[in-house]
């Protein structure tokens, strides 16, 4: 069994391996960059509080 998308798509289409390739990186490149920022501000945040504060908010 495979996944879809995997497969070679269509050459009616236009579309070639390797930008099927360029847009995964991208797309994960962007992903990873979001979550790194949507992590960062919770992590400052909890840096500057005591520990025992930090460690006692839910």
Do not use: K, W
């Not at 497969?7 to 960059?33: K, N």
Request: net charge neutral; charged share 15%; glycine share 10%.
């Amino acid at each position: 069994m495979r996944e879809n998308g995997v497969d070679m798509p269509d050459p009616s289409l236009g579309v070639t391996r390797g930008q099927i390739r360029v847009q995964f990186v991208a797309e994960s490149l962007l992903l990873s960059a979001i979550g790194g920022i949507a992590g960062f501000y919770p992590a400052v945040r909890a840096a500057r509080m005591s520990h025992t504060e930090a460690l006692a908010t839910p």
